[in-house]
């Protein structure tokens, strides 16, 4: 990470993301990972994808509670899987405990695949996830072919032990086809007509963002009827419960919350990609943005009242993709989906900090779906790795010690010896990310490396290895 901006503002969590790579929409899928680092950039924790094996990429990469406990949920591409169609590329979910093993492996029920756009764990340990179905429909009423082919968009909650589905909504039956500002494609492909980006939990009810009706839509768990739809765009008045006044416009949005004192909030795109990969559509904002959203009144008085706004001073714009969550000193973190880069805002709207880790563009050079924010204590099980290579013509060495995951080390220490000697510490260096660099005056035939904490505590060591070799 290039860190631009780090203030004593910014939280002290972990950041969250799952950088990759798209050189082109037509290429095989390739990933580059799942990270975890701290706010100088350093990486803690790295899952790589895979090259040699094309579609094993991480999205939705983030922190989550299961079972009242701290996990990591993601969600990855089956093996072989190529780009071509992403939007129905199959894969499945995944759940990470704090030692980062996988207690947690599920798809969605009723015969359908599973979908990268969302994977959101709830207080009743279910899972809220998206899947894709595509029907044969009439689309002449939005200016396409009578037989066309309509994407049917569909939330449901799975009991992560069990795998039943315990909830289950269709976008068709419940969002109008005229709603949307796309139109049909023009090769015949299935026409995702409401785009179902993001799906979260909110009381006896679900919130939906649909992307293509720059809507927010509230499902009653109950029922599965639609109790309300909020539209940003000022669009389309008849498929809009609320008054929407212009400084609370959003559109093509992704990541919905709602708060705890009943706001909601919205990473707003406020532009949409034009051809020729979409057909070009207004345009609500002419940059990217996070925003909280107040809801009043009932009935014909809805009203959506802007809260607050965060932009960019780079005034950045995000076309796809996407997050903004409000962390718990009252400062957003926002992922800029697209464009490669994060920025957390103090409540005054001022950037606390600000960092890249890519060159942007679209078509898509380097990007992560979310990023996320907040505290982590990772525990790996495995031993720490070292790997040494011996100064030429000297005695000494360089040592490169690595401990995947590991979040409370503060310093390495180095010992050496020759056989059937006993260890000295020949060296010591603070941990400096995920692989510390440490030279070595003069070392014996043999070296280990030992991780402390802050308190001098030993958390582990690594094997004891001839110079010149590497072991984990």
Not at 152 to 175: K, L, P, R
Not at 231 to 258: C, M, W
Not at 420 to 444: F, H, M, Q, Y
Request: proline share 6%.
């Amino acid at each position: 990470l290039e860190v631009l901006t780090n203030t004593p503002q910014a939280s002290r969590g972990k950041i969250f993301f799952a950088p990759k790579t798209l050189p082109a929409r037509t290429t095989v899928v390739k990933g580059d990972g799942a990270v975890i680092a701290d706010n100088q950039g350093r990486i803690i924790w790295y899952r790589p994808g895979s090259t040699s094996v094309p579609g094993t990429m991480f999205y939705n990469f983030q922190p989550a509670k299961y079972k009242d406990r701290p996990v990591l949920t993601f969600y990855k591409f089956s093996p072989g899987a190529s780009d071509q169609n992403l939007l129905e590329v199959p894969g499945s979910y995944g759940i990470l405990n704090n030692k980062y093993q996988r207690i947690a492996n599920f798809t969605p029920g009723n015969g359908y695949d599973a979908q990268l756009h969302e994977i959101a764990l709830t207080e009743r340990n279910t899972a809220l996830v998206k899947a894709n179905r595509t029907v044969e429909w009439d689309l002449t009423p939005v200016g396409g072919p009578e037989n066309g082919k309509l994407l049917d968009n569909i939330v449901q909650e799975i009991d992560i032990a069990s795998g039943a589905v315990i909830f289950e909504w269709h976008a068709i039956g419940s969002v109008g086809l005229k709603s949307t500002e796309t139109t049909p494609p023009a090769d015949g492909s299935a026409f995702d007509y409401a785009h179902v980006n993001a799906i979260t939990a909110d009381g006896d009810s679900i919130l939906v963002s649909a992307r293509r009706n720059s809507s927010i839509l509230r499902i009653n768990r109950s029922t599965a009827k639609v109790r309300w739809r909020l539209r940003g765009d000022g669009l389309k008045p008849s498929t809009n419960d609320f008054d929407v006044p212009e400084d609370a416009r959003f559109g093509y949005q992704h990541d919905i919350q709602r708060l705890q004192n009943g706001d909601i909030s919205v990473f707003d795109n406020g532009s949409h990609p034009g051809p020729p990969r979409f057909n070009a559509l207004p345009v609500v904002r002419d940059q990217s943005s996070a925003l909280v959203l107040r809801l009043s009144g009932k009935g014909q008085d809805r009203r959506a009242s802007l809260v607050k706004r965060y932009d960019h001073p780079d005034k950045i714009v995000a076309l796809t993709q996407g997050s903004a969550r409000i962390l718990a000193n009252g400062n957003e973190f926002v992922g800029w989906g697209q464009v490669p880069r994060m920025t957390e805002f103090a409540p005054n709207g001022n950037v606390t900090w600000d960092a890249t880790f890519g060159n942007g563009g679209f078509p898509l050079a380097q990007h992560s779906y979310r990023a996320f924010k907040a505290p982590w204590k990772g525990f790996p099980q495995a031993s720490p790795a070292i790997a040494s290579e011996a100064e030429l013509g000297g005695d000494g060495a360089t040592v490169y010690a690595s401990w995947n995951g590991a979040t409370n080390i503060s310093r390495w220490s180095v010992y050496t010896g020759s056989a059937g000697d006993t260890l000295v510490k020949a060296a010591s260096s603070e941990w400096d990310g995920l692989e510390t660099v440490i030279p070595v005056p003069s070392v014996g035939d043999k070296i280990r490396v030992v991780a402390y904490a802050a308190d001098g505590k030993k958390l582990g060591q690594s094997r004891l290895i001839k110079v010149g070799e590497r072991s984990r």
